[in-house]
T-cell receptor
Framework: DAKTTQPTSMDCAEGRAANLPCNHSTISGNEYVYWYRQIHSQGPQYIIH???NNETNEMASLIITEDRKSSTLILPHATLRDTAVYYCIVRVYRSARQLTFGSGTQLTVLP | EAGVTQFPSHSVIEKGQTVTLRCDPI?????LYWYRRVMGKEIKFLLH????????ESGMPNNRFLAERTGGTYSTLKVQPAELEDSGVYFC????????????FGPGTRLTVT
């Protein structure tokens, strides 16, 4: 699976949009971008995934650049409960292999 | 629908003792994974079951760790004998076969070896 690069930490004001970037310049054509997060003392939680088109669900939006070498996870109205470590993971479509977690981005939502 | 459950939530044992962690996956999920995070490190994969078979155990650190999944339902991870460096949080996840195989994680078991 392709390697990803994320900033170590970010802050966001409560109620504002949180934009978390991820670089995956070596992504292959059959690899999807997945986002998970880990809230303190909980297990990782799936957020969203995408291939090349922008995706949106009830939790977040995912914007993938046209060349697919980077993406941005958007939490449109961040709350204090969104404070967590966010992981960007690239993996092959239909793969049941393990997830490879990097160091992720610690997002702190400030009141 | 019940999520992935893990037992116990916390365990404190002395070096040299044995500990067994349990994971109950989401019903119907054939894939079951074990991961762990040791202090200050990233979450690392340990092994992957498909039903009762070990699909990939490349992440198991050494032969003090033994995982089983009898009957393809719940799984246990035994550490015997435990060492100080085994301290950390052990996560279990499960998924069902499909296009994306999203993995659903349990809350983890915090293991402290003293």
């Amino acid at each position: 699976d392709a390697k990803t690069t994320q900033p170590t930490s970010m802050d966001c004001a409560e109620g504002r949009a949180a934009n978390l970037p991820c670089n995956h310049s070596t992504i292959s054509g059959n690899e999807y971008v997945y986002w998970y997060r880990q809230i303190h003392s909980q297990g990782p939680q799936y957020i969203i995934h995408g291939l090349k088109n922008n995706e949106t669900n009830e939790m977040a939006s995912l914007i993938i650049t046209e060349d697919r070498k980077s993406s941005t996870l958007i939490l449109p109205h961040a709350t204090l409960r969104d404070t967590a470590v966010y992981y960007c993971i690239v993996r092959v479509y239909r793969s049941a292999r393990q997830l490879t977690f990097g160091s992720g981005t610690q997002l702190t939502v400030l009141p | 629908e019940a999520g992935v459950t893990q037992f116990p939530s916390h365990s404190v044992i002395e070096k040299g003792q044995t500990v067994t962690l349990r994971c109950d996956p989401i019903s119907g999920h054939d894939n079951l994974y074990w991961y762990r995070r040791v202090m200050g490190k990233e979450i690392k994969f340990l092994l992957h079951f498909v039903k009762e078979s070990k699909q990939d155990e490349s992440g198991m650190p050494n032969n003090r760790f033994l995982a089983e999944r009898t009957g393809g339902t719940y799984s246990t991870l035994k550490v015997q004998p435990a060492e100080l460096e085994d301290s950390g949080v052990y996560f279990c996840a499960s998924s069902q076969w499909g296009d994306h195989n999203e993995q659903y994680f349990g809350p983890g078991t915090r293991l402290t070896v003293t």
